[in-house]
């Protein structure tokens, strides 16, 4: 399994920083958004006297909160159909771990968060990579190149919607694209959505919403991406 090619720079930017050198980080999404006081005071102030475990779920009433929340962004989500983990790259792995077998294959266009091949090869799988180009903005690769990748082995096509490293959204147009394939040829999507609030020029279209594929989509997001002052 491969170190995080991410990770790699740090030493680097380290060793320019004790020399003087000004950096400036673009090798990782940090948050820099300031976190909500109410979040802090919640913590400082909590009266617990056990530390207990919680439901592997996750806190009902965060599961609760969250399906209202997606819920007002036009997706039809029940609370039982959310699961809390540490972080979107834990989701990531538990989604191909409970949907994939060893040695089969997921389609995802490049490029991509380095760390899923990471993942795919903890979970046993393989990356099928497919290539945008930067000359149409790395809009998603035409349907039919898709298709050509398909192989008996093939469960599953991942996208990343806003795109890491890209920066793409992808239209309707390209999702009910997608969303056709994946029911043609009974494949799960997973879709890795943390930098929905990260678009500004309109709202994201999440996989949530495509009618007919609720049962082999999987949508990943993490509230490292999200700017919570903004919600109640």
């Keep these: 399994m491969p170190s995080s090619p991410i990770r790699k720079l740090a030493p680097f930017a380290d060793a320019a920083k004790k020399e003087g050198v000004q950096v400036y980080h673009l090798n990782i999404g940090q948050p820099d958004i300031e976190t909500p006081h109410i979040m802090m005071e919640a913590v400082q102030h909590a009266n617990l006297k056990v530390l207990e ?33 540490i972080g979107g790259s834990e989701a990531i792995l538990f989604a191909f771990m409970a949907c994939l077998d060893e040695g089969d294959e997921i389609i995802v266009p490049e490029p991509f968060y380095a760390n899923y091949i990471g993942f795919a090869m903890a979970a046993g799988i393989h990356i099928i990579p497919i290539t945008s180009s930067i000359t149409n903005g790395f809009a998603l690769p035409p349907i039919a190149s898709f298709q050509e990748k398909i192989t008996p082995r093939t469960k599953g096509i991942f996208i990343c919607n806003p795109n890491n490293p890209t920066g793409y959204v992808y239209s309707e147009s390209e999702l009910l694209q997608i969303r056709d394939l994946i029911k ?37 997001d993490t509230f490292s991406k999200k700017n919570l002052h903004k919600q109640d």
């Design 184 to 220: 043609e040829k009974d494949l799960y999507l997973f879709s890795d959505e943390a930098y929905t609030e990260f678009s500004y020029e309109g709202n994201v279209k999440s996989t949530l919403t495509l009618q007919g594929v609720a049962d082999r989509v999987i949508m990943i």
């Design 53 to 85: 475990y919680t439901d592997s779920r996750g806190i009902l009433s965060l599961r609760k909160k969250l399906a209202a929340y997606y819920i007002s962004k036009g997706m039809d989500v029940n609370y039982e159909d959310v699961l809390i983990t």
